[in-house]
C-alpha cells in the first residue's frame, strides 16, 4: 500500500539551477499539496492543487511553480535554486471533504548551497 | 489571524507514564483538528481528526479532546511506550471565508520514551 510516494528522497543543488519534486499518490484523493518543514517554523503550505486542472498558491509561493499532471501526479519546481529553498518538502493528499486527514510522503530533504 | 502553539516543545518520561500533549489555537472558526506523528526523517502519519462539532476521539491507547470555545486540544497517550518516542504535530483546519480553509500546523512537541 504505497499510499503518497516522494522523489528524491534526497537532492544537493547549486545557487541558480533548477529541479524537480515528484510526487504520486495511489489513493484516488482529489486535493493534493506541497509544504515545506523549516526547523522552528512548522509546516508552511507552498501550493495547492483541490483538483486535477487547478492550483492554487499557498503561504510561500515565491521561487516554485507545480504541475497537477493527472489525478495522482502532482510536481512541484523550483527553476533557480536559492539557499533559502534549502527544506525539507512533503507532499500530502487528501479527499476533497475538508474533515479528510491529509495523508504525507516521507519528504526530499534538499540542500541548496 | 489564526496561530496554533504546542507547550512543551519537548519532553521526555519513562516508560509506563500516561501522559498530555497539549494544542492551543486562537480562533474558534475551525472545521476540525488533527493529531499527527512524525518519526526522524520521516513524513507526518494522521493520529486522529476530530471534527468541530466532537468533543474527541480515540484510537487505540490515544484519546484526542476538543474544546473550541477555548481554543484547546489535547492528546492523551496511555500507558506509554519507547515506540512512541517522535514528535507529534497538531493542525488546525481554519475556516478563512465561505469556501475557503486553511490547515495551519502547531510547531510539534518531541516525546522521548525512556525504557
Not at chain 1, 80 to 86: I, K, N, V, Y
Not at chain 2, 7 to 33: H, K, M, Q, R, W
Request: proline residues 4%; aromatic residues 10%; charged residues 15%.
Amino acid at each position: 500500500n504505497a499510499g503518497v510516494t516522494q522523489t528524491p528522497k534526497f537532492q544537493v543543488l547549486k545557487t541558480g539551477q533548477s529541479m524537480t519534486l515528484q510526487c504520486a499518490q495511489d489513493m484516488n484523493h482529489n486535493s493534493m499539496y506541497w509544504y515545506r518543514q523549516d526547523p522552528g517554523m512548522g509546516l508552511r503550505l507552498i501550493y495547492y492543487s483541490a483538483s486535477e486542472g487547478t492550483t492554487d498558491k499557498g503561504e510561500v509561493p515565491n521561487g516554485y511553480n507545480v504541475s497537477r499532471l493527472n489525478k495522482r501526479e502532482f510536481s512541484l519546481r523550483l527553476e533557480s535554486a536559492a539557499p533559502s529553498q534549502t527544506s525539507v518538502y512533503f507532499c500530502a493528499s487528501s479527499a476533497r471533504s475538508y474533515n479528510s486527514p491529509l495523508h504525507f510522503g516521507n519528504g526530499t530533504r534538499l540542500t541548496v548551497t | 489571524k489564526q496561530e496554533v502553539t504546542q507547550i512543551p516543545a519537548a519532553l521526555s518520561v519513562p516508560e509506563g507514564e500516561n501522559l498530555v500533549l497539549n494544542c492551543s489555537f486562537t480562533d474558534s472558526a475551525i472545521y476540525n483538528l488533527q493529531w499527527f506523528r512524525q518519526d526522524p526523517g520521516k513524513g507526518l502519519t494522521s493520529l486522529l481528526l476530530i471534527q468541530s462539532s466532537q468533543r474527541e476521539q480515540t484510537s487505540g491507547r490515544l484519546n484526542a479532546s476538543l474544546d473550541k470555545s477555548s481554543g484547546r486540544s489535547t492528546l492523551y497517550i496511555a500507558a506509554s511506550q519507547p515506540g512512541d518516542s517522535a514528535t507529534y504535530l497538531c493542525a488546525v483546519r481554519a475556516i478563512l471565508s465561505y469556501n475557503t480553509d486553511k490547515l495551519i500546523f502547531g510547531t510539534g512537541t518531541r516525546l522521548q520514551v525512556f525504557p
